[in-house]
């Protein structure tokens, strides 16, 4: 049984240590693949592969088609719009995610962005802080939960939409919710973004919806960039002076943003949120067991896809 690790962008040593031991552990074999760049790369690694763990490595029903021997994807993480399910699923291979492994991380992450676009990217000059202020939490899922404790331990008054989530969970949590997306944004002057990139919330962020947050709104993307209508975005900041946009994914339009927006737009070079030895650890090794569990005992309890 031969496990393939293909990440691009790779996990830390230590989480591929801890891959390595496990899977060699289970008795099967470890093979590595990072930093690839070129798709041909993947395609050959992918070959002789029992089973893949990757990132956000894009995988497609070109490489489904070159892995003759595959059985399982288990994405390390939580969105899996990288990978082609109705594919995956034609030929029978499983596919998977490691849900909450990495999600204080990208939390974690979410907060210092706000940090920074309230201090004026650090530039110096006179900013504000975080207590006190409004955030909305724009879906509740494990990432929306941990923004929100870590919010509150700022000081900040907590708000989420999501209308796929138990209303016993926000009460819990201490959260207040609204049961229109409309009302969050025109209440909340920090709007943190947790939503997958699907069908339904592709260019969902637009400025009809911006346009409705207060003064000095501060939206900040940990999620996807396919949820922004960037277009829409571009218009509603060239309208709003006081609009910031701070992203760990970078737009399209990464350089049109930068050069119009100066001190109020933001962007990692490389996505970053789950960039922590925790979160590689927690979700590697989350998905070099949950690869074990599979072949051993038909454990199929993370599948995505029919
Ligand atoms: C996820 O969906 O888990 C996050 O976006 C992290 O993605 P990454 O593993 O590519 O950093």
Redesign the pocket.
Known sequence: MKVLVATD?PFAPVAVKGIREVIEGAGFGFELLEKYSEKNKLIKAVAKADAVII??DIIDRQVLEAAANLKIVV??????DNVDLEAASEKGICVM?TPGQ?SNA?AELALGMMVYAMRNMFNGTSGAELKGKVLGIHAYGNVGRCVARIAKGFGMEVYAYDPYCRADLFENDGVKVFCRLEDLYEKCQIVSLHIPATDETRKCINAELLGRMPKNAILVN???KEVIDETSLMMLMENRGDFKYITDIMPAADAKFAEKFPGRYFSTPK?????TAEANIN?GIAAAKQIVGFFKEDNQTFRVNP
Do not use: D
Request: aromatic share 4%; charged share 25%; glycine share 14%.
């Open positions: 962008k990132r956000s994405r390390a993480g939580a969105g899996y995610n990495n990208v940990t999620a996807r996505k970053m949120g789950a960039q979700a």
